[in-house]
């Protein structure tokens, strides 16, 4: 039960683990992405990314600026101008 | 011939020289691998947002409605060309084949009765673009504020770029830089980025993807984002390829310097032998006369 998760910027490659759910603020509204979502495409506002590596766990957040989001069968993959 | 003395000075002179050209390519060489680091992180980020800029491009139709970034202005009259150079010398031929290669076309363009505009990008091209285009310089981006080129100065030098295209300054941009084939070979390399050509991607699998707002909205939020990639990447490559340069002109410089320091005491050498006979026979000549 886990889903890659991939943060990327320009300059680096932040973040690539399984992780068990991830929240994204969505421009059309926050959405939260488990294993084997449908692939989906989205821009992302600017906010916050709460990473949960365990199920009950406390989140991981990432403040996120100019981002995009985008579910294959692969994963979650979230491409961010900035990363805070 | 000179004298011991001017001789000596003149080794020494060679050799400073040397000291100099030899730490600035220890130094070149540290910066290469770090920039050759920086040019490797970057690259993820790269790809997927090409991936995903040709699979929504690929996907749209080309209309009025079209981001203008990807439809272009209709017109193919003004061309920009952005030319990104270094700060600094000691690169050998690094920048001036970065120039060479935007006057080349500069000149092309000019030949097919096109209106030419250059922005400049680093301290290094500006006097040689500005004495043989002196009126289309219309403006220069200053990098010397900072040690090396980000993401930063990527975001603005795409601000003004863009800026420009929206109050219809240009209708074409092309980007010139020094792409990195190795520490010997930079190529200096033109690249399209206004209108911005939409790249080639393999369509991964036939899975329906949703789009969320939908396909035109995202593609014109990402296209900026794309084109300032494309600087980004244009600006590390040249960072990459500058210090690939330096590294090599100072290799020949150190080797040069060597080569002249080794010539030079010879020369000293021999005069110095002669010098010494010459006072040797004078002293036998002295004593014969006795």
């Given at each position: 039960m886990s889903l890659l998760f991939e943060l990327v910027t320009p300059a680096r490659l932040v973040l690539s683990e399984n992780v068990y759910q991830v929240v994204v603020p969505g421009t059309e509204g926050e959405f939260g992405v488990l294993e084997g979502h449908a692939p989906f495409t989205t821009t992302v506002k600017d906010g916050v990314i709460r990473v949960w590596r365990t199920p009950g766990g406390a989140p991981e957040e990432f403040t996120v600026k100019g981002g995009f989001a985008e579910v294959s069968a692969r994963g979650l993959t979230v491409l961010a101008e900035h990363v805070g | 011939?000179?004298?011991?003395?001017?001789?000596?000075?003149?080794?020494?002179?060679?050799?400073?020289?040397?000291?100099?050209?030899?730490?600035?390519?220890?130094?070149?060489?540290?910066?290469?691998?770090?920039?050759?680091?920086?040019?490797?992180?970057?690259?993820?980020?790269?790809?997927?947002?090409?991936?995903?800029?040709?699979?929504?491009?690929?996907?749209?139709?080309?209309?009025?409605?079209?981001?203008?970034?990807?439809?272009?202005?209709?017109?193919?009259?003004?061309?920009?060309?952005?030319?990104?150079?270094?700060?600094?010398?000691?690169?050998?031929?690094?920048?001036?084949?970065?120039?060479?290669?935007?006057?080349?076309?500069?000149?092309?363009?000019?030949?097919e009765g096109k209106t030419v505009l250059f922005y400049l990008v680093g301290r290094k091209g500006r006097a040689p673009l500005r004495r043989d285009f002196p009126k289309a310089i219309l403006d220069t981006f200053d990098t010397t504020g900072v040690r090396e080129p980000g993401y930063a100065e990527a975001e603005a030098i795409a601000a003004e770029v863009l800026a420009l295209y929206d109050a219809g300054k240009f209708d074409v941009a092309h980007l010139f830089y020094g792409k990195f084939k190795s520490a010997l070979v930079q190529e200096p390399t033109e690249q399209q980025i206004v209108p911005v050509p939409t790249p080639t991607v393999a369509v991964t699998d036939g899975a329906v993807v949703e789009y969320e707002p939908d396909e035109e909205t995202i593609l014109a939020e990402l296209l900026p984002r794309y084109l300032r990639n494309q600087i980004f990447g244009a600006l590390l490559e040249n960072v990459a390829s500058e210090q690939g340069a330096s590294m090599t002109a100072m290799d020949n410089a150190t080797r040069n310097a060597g080569e002249l320091i080794k010539k030079l005491t010879i020369q000293y050498n021999r005069s110095r032998q002669a010098a010494i006979t010459t006072e040797l026979i004078e002293i036998i000549a002295g004593a014969e006369a006795l």
């Open positions: - | 011939m000179a004298s011991l003395k001017e001789l000596k000075g003149r080794i020494n002179s060679v050799k400073s020289t040397q000291k100099i050209t030899k730490a600035k390519q220890m130094v070149a060489a540290a910066k290469l691998r770090k920039a050759q680091a920086a040019a490797e992180a970057a690259r993820p980020y790269a790809l997927r947002l090409a991936s995903v800029v040709g699979s929504l491009a690929s996907r749209v139709t080309l209309s009025e409605a079209s981001p203008r970034l990807l439809a272009g202005t209709g017109r193919d009259q003004v061309h920009l060309l952005v030319v990104a150079n270094s700060d600094r010398g000691l690169c050998g031929a690094f920048n001036a084949n970065i120039v060479k290669a935007a006057k080349l076309k500069a000149r092309d363009l000019a030949a």
